[in-house]
């Protein structure tokens, strides 16, 4: 496994095929390791499509394994389209069950999968159950785990993200840290030492390379009619929010309050909860369908505010420094709050809600690097063809 370059691999026709493929994107050499990549939601695209190239530049053969967790078309192709990500060789088109249904069902699938093409790294990415069941199904066949955004904490046991991140770091082999809060956490859970990197976050990379791109193509304002800073944006996707009345009905009160209008990507769960519950939108939020990652980003960058409680998002406010406010009870990414970039506004109270809105207007925070350089994925792709930790 690893480090040996050769310039032709042979051994069986899917690796074959890959092989091909990689050798398209390379085309000089490529090495001699497989590395299958379990992705299935929405920001596990965007930080796979970093990688994903680098590792194509670097030479490395790949696999990808779409769960099926996000199946709608602009929750899931439009990324692979826009992001260039290479169509998955496997899809498995699990998704809509509850997180025992999908869970169990990826972990029998993808094992499947992973005794047919037996690959050197299993590669997976955050803290949804395609992240988990990947992980599950790789370890206990002795393949090593990859984990990029590893030791994230919310230090919350009631989100499936949690528990979902916490297990993936213990079953993983390499763990990609994004921050050194990140490599704090697993220190204190007792995982440190060469499995462990602070490699910086794909996601800032992610932003880098498309941030421009996104300038050069999206016409998302004109299409929308919004003119620079004169609108906030907000998504909210969160079951902890989703799936509680009280919560989702306080973060509309909150937004109600706010002066401006509120573009809202409504994420298909909160659409259907909003439904279920009997929930109106109030009449400065504009919802619109999900959009893709370079529209995103181009709403996100000419926004005057952003209310969220994505992970993703927090961090892109970030990137572009625009000011968040996180609706949530805690954040994994305290450092921007502890900069000044975020405030947290839990969905408890919708006056609250609004009062931090305001109040983040216009501000500023420190100027802090806490997520790396832009090289987060050169650096995970050369973990993964040093072998580390193995
Ligand atoms: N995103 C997008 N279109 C949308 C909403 C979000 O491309 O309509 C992107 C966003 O820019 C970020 C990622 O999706 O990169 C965040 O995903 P999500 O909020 O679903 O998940 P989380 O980050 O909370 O895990």
């Not at 016409?219 to 800073?229: D, F, P, Q, Y």
Request: glycine content about 10%; overall charge negative.
């Amino acid at each position: 496994m690893g480090a040996r370059l050769c310039s032709n691999d042979t051994t069986g026709v899917s690796r074959k095929r890959n092989c091909l493929a990689s050798t398209e994107r390379s085309r000089t050499y490529i090495f001699d390791m497989t590395i299958l990549t379990i992705i299935g939601a929405r920001p596990q695209f965007i930080k796979a499509a970093v990688v994903s190239r680098t590792l194509g530049a670097k030479g490395v053969n790949e696999m990808l394994v779409h769960t099926g967790q996000h199946y709608d078309a602009n929750m899931s192709d439009i990324f692979f389209d826009e992001l260039e990500i290479s169509p998955p060789e496997h899809h498995l088109r699990i998704g809509g069950g509850t997180h025992g249904q999908n869970t169990g069902r990826m972990i029998e699938a993808i094992e499947k999968v992973l005794l047919d093409t037996r690959p050197d790294w299993v590669l997976v990415y955050g803290d949804t159950d395609s992240t988990l069941a990947g992980a599950v199904a790789a370890v206990k066949l002795h393949i090593p785990v990859a984990h990029v955004e590893a030791g994230l904490r919310s230090f919350n046991r009631r989100m499936p993200e949690e528990i979902n991140r916490v297990l993936t770091d213990h079953a993983a082999s390499l763990l990609f840290a994004p921050t050194e809060t990140a490599v704090e956490h697993l220190s204190r859970e007792g995982i440190s030492g060469a499995s462990v990197h602070m490699v910086g976050d794909v996601m800032y990379d992610a932003a880098l390379f498309y941030g421009e791109k996104a300038e050069r193509t999206s016409s998302i304002l004109v299409r929308l009619n919004l003119a620079l800073g004169q609108y906030a944006l907000a998504t909210i996707h969160r079951a902890e929010n989703t799936d509680n009345r009280q919560r989702l009905a306080a973060i509309l009160e909150g937004f109600s309050g706010f002066d401006s209008e509120i573009v809202l990507p409504l994420h298909p769960r909160t659409r259907g909860r909003l439904a279920t519950l009997g929930l109106a939108l109030p009449g400065n939020v504009r919802a619109i369908d999900p959009v893709g990652y370079l529209d995103m980003v181009m709403l996100e960058k000419s926004a005057a505010l952003i209310a969220t409680d994505s992970g993703g998002v927090q961090k892109e406010a970030f990137f572009y420094r625009v000011p968040c406010v996180t609706l949530r009870d805690e954040t994994e990414w305290s450092e921007l709050v502890a900069g000044g970039w975020n405030r947290l506004a839990p969905p408890t109270c919708g006056s609250d809600i609004s009062l931090a809105m305001k109040e983040a207007l216009g501000s500023k925070g420190l100027e802090i690097s806490p997520y790396g350089d832009g090289n987060a994925a050169s650096r995970i792709a050369d973990s993964l063809i040093g072998g580390v930790g193995t």
